[in-house]
């Protein structure tokens, strides 16, 4: 059945709609509210942003006019009590609010570490568009949600996740997995800044920050991690390939060197850039000869290496069925098992003793992704945790950063998390 379905027979069950809080009401939340306030059985109860103005703008869509706009946890509640639609200027007293799921897209890690640890104690469901904070202490907050019985999730639409869908798909059907990844969006510019592709960004209606977080690849390195972390499946190099690839020659491209193609290995995660994008693909092989000879016959190619392709992904369209799954199935969509790999910081200009670091996207570090083993022999730190860090010692372009490179902020609640989670004993892949 459907989830459309099941969620009527839920708010059946229930006696109301599940009460949702979305945090941060930017291009994603804002998408992410309308479609998934139009699901049955899921309501929209709390937006939550700096803004004001984003706030009254996603509830116009909603059909809310004038809901109210409070700073203040106790009117917040009186109201929502009442079933009352609201708006808050601040994330601080969330834990305390009678809301049964929350969604994180702010977008930053810090925030996203923030909401998601004080949220999961207080017993509520969570579902980030947060895949910068996932890669940083997904396993942490997975933990937590067990620990307190909901649901941790990183939400469906985004590359790492539909990606892993074709790879259970795979699995179940007893194919090999060669390669999993996607076709990267944005043309590869390492050390693109928010200057350089302030022009482009403001073309597109985008946060130059953002923009450049896509074009200096932190997000593909980013989404490859949280692809190799939650499928066991392990990096394929640091950096990875990257290699030119097209829909037709991508059994070609990720076959092993020996056939051909550029892996060293099978089982590994990589991305392409070429027309591959929006796109994400599994590489698989069967040892059935039988199997492969059908797989030829459905016209998947001549073997013994098949792509499989989903030719899009639906960011914020799609993102809500995560809600619906985990409400339904009381499932994770995506969430860290293990840790294969690590998003480093490597610096995209020579930065000297006192500077501050300013994180994803930013002027100083771009993210690079690494085998965990790699990370941890050679002390790197993940990007995730360098905002407002501050240079303790001068070091050229083009350098991974390690702990010893940098005084980290203190303040900072992900710094914090990511400790706890480094002394859970957790198995660092090889
Ligand atoms: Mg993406």
Redesign the pocket.
């Known amino acids: 059945m459907a989830y459309s379905e099941k969620l009527k027979a839920h708010r059946a069950k229930l006696g109301r709609d599940v009460k949702i809080a979305l945090v941060g009401a930017g291009q994603m939340g804002h998408g992410f509210g309308c479609q998934v306030d139009r699901m049955p059985g899921l309501s929209v109860v709390l937006v939550v942003d700096i803004d004001p103005a984003r706030i009254t703008s996603l509830y116009k869509d909603l059909g809310v006019d004038d809901p109210l706009i409070s700073s203040d946890p106790a009117e917040i509640t009186a109201a929502l009590n009442a079933g009352k639609r609201v708006g808050a200027t601040s994330s601080s007293f969330l834990a305390e609010l009678p809301i049964d799921f929350v969604v994180e897209a702010t977008g930053v890690p810090e925030i996203g570490a923030q909401i998601s640890y004080s949220c999961l104690k207080a017993k509520m469901d969570v579902a980030v568009l947060n895949v910068e904070m996932d890669v940083t202490i997904g396993p942490l907050l997975h933990k937590t949600a067990v620990d307190n019985g909901v649901i941790y999730t990183v939400c469906h639409g ?2 790492p996740i539909e990606a892993k869908v074709l790879v259970d798909f795979a699995r179940d059907l007893n194919f090999e997995v060669v390669a999993a990844g996607k076709g990267k969006n944005n043309p590869f510019e390492p050390l693109s800044n928010p200057d350089s592709v302030r022009e482009r960004a403001t073309a597109k209606k985008m946060n130059p920050k953002m923009l450049c977080s896509f074009t200096d690849g932190s ?1 593909t390195m980013t ?1 490859m991690v949280a692809l190799a972390n939650t499928t066991g499946l392990e990096l394929s190099k640091r950096g990875m390939y990257g290699p030119a690839a097209t829909v037709k020659t991508l059994q070609d491209v990720f076959a092993l060197q020996a056939d051909g193609g550029v892996l060293d290995r099978a089982g590994v995660v990589d991305y392409c850039t070429g027309d591959v994008a929006p796109g994400v693909f599994v590489i698989v092989r069967s040892d059935q000869p039988y199997v492969s000879h059908e797989m030829s016959y459905l016209s998947m190619g001549p073997g013994p290496y098949f792509a499989l392709y989903r030719p899009y ?1 639906l960011a914020s369209v799609e993102a809500p069925l995560s809600v619906a799954r985990a409400v339904i199935d009381r499932e994770s969509s995506l969430y860290a098992p293990h840790l294969m790999a690590e998003v480093v910081a490597m610096t995209k200009k020579d930065l000297a003793v006192g500077e501050k670091i300013d994180g994803i996207g930013g002027f100083t570090v771009r993210g690079y992704a690494d085998k965990a083993s790699d990370a941890r022999k050679e002390n790197l730190v993940p990007i995730g945790l360098v905002q407002n860090a501050v240079m303790k010692r001068a070091v050229p372009v083009g350098t991974l950063l390690t702990y010893d490179d940098v005084e980290l902020d203190e303040n900072s609640l992900i710094v914090k998390l990511r400790r706890e989670q480094d002394a859970m004993g957790l198995t660092y892949a090889s």
Do not use: F, L, R, T
């Open positions: 985004d590359e997000k989404e992904h």
